[in-house]
């Protein structure tokens, strides 16, 4: 197992066998995005992407109680509070939306707790969702008076529709799991111990897969949320030609044809 220095011990990644399991790291304020998270995340993520033996991202809170509570509001008058302070909180939330949409990677959100706010934000930067027993999701910026940015809300749109959105947002009430998982917030629920392994499970069998072929798909599901005009379909149609060309697909052959695991490199 090797270790990624983020530059901060709120933020530990550890890799093995493929997959990358980020961990966010203060537990005694429920996992709170603490500027230095938010200053640390987009390094990490660039770093994930650039590394070539991680193949799949889990997303983790530490201790029992929260994946992500929300942002630090303990900061809000210091980052959030003068339009020079939030000019600048604006556009490191700006590079931290970039690095997370330029992860081509398959993302899993492991989510135990409290998913609320900022929380419910970075669940959703994840393909997967697979939330334990208990768990609690909601974003109370109209109980703080803040203003929720558009990447937010369109991201959460594109997951639940505008109905249920204008409920999360205009009521900033809590949703327990059972609801989150009714109205597509979550993709699985499970038990509290049933919860790591189901999400290494779904984890490990995503690195046995053909890492271009994921790739493709990941970028193409992205493709889909743009608008028709805005696809980029040379693209597209250059990974899939990847695909056809490499030879992880001469290997899918073979193991099908010899009835053993394929043994995918990426290449």
Known sequence: MAAL????????????????????????KHNALSAAILRALPG???ALQDDPAVRVVVLTGAGEKAFVSGADISEFGDTRTSPE???????????????????EKPILAMIRGYCIGGGLLT????????????SQFGIPAARLGLGYGYGGVEALVALVGPAQAAEILFSA??????????????NRLVAVAELRPAV?????????????????????IA???RPAEQRDHARLAAMVEACFRS?????????????????????
Do not use: H
């Open 5 to 28: 220095d983020t530059g901060t011990d709120k933020l530990l990644v550890a890799i093995d066998d493929g997959i990358a399991e980020v961990t966010f790291n203060q537990p005694e």
């Open 44 to 46: 990490t993520l660039r």
């Open 85 to 103: 302070a939030r000019d600048a909180y604006d556009r490191a939330a700006a590079e931290t939306s970039r690095a997370w949409r330029q992860l």
């Open 123 to 134: 669940a959703l930067q994840a393909d997967i969702r697979i939330a334990a027993e208990g």
């Open 173 to 186: 009430r809590r949703l327990d799991a059972a609801e989150a998982l009714r109205i597509g917030l979550i």
């Open 200 to 220: 290494m499970e779904l984890a490990g069998a995503i690195t046995a897969n053909a890492p271009l072929t994921v790739a493709a798909c990941k970028v193409a």
């Open 223 to 225: 493709q889909t949320q």
């Open 247 to 267: 030879e992880d697909y001469r290997e899918g052959q073979a193991a099908f044809a010899a009835k053993r695991p394929p043994r995918f490199s990426g290449r």
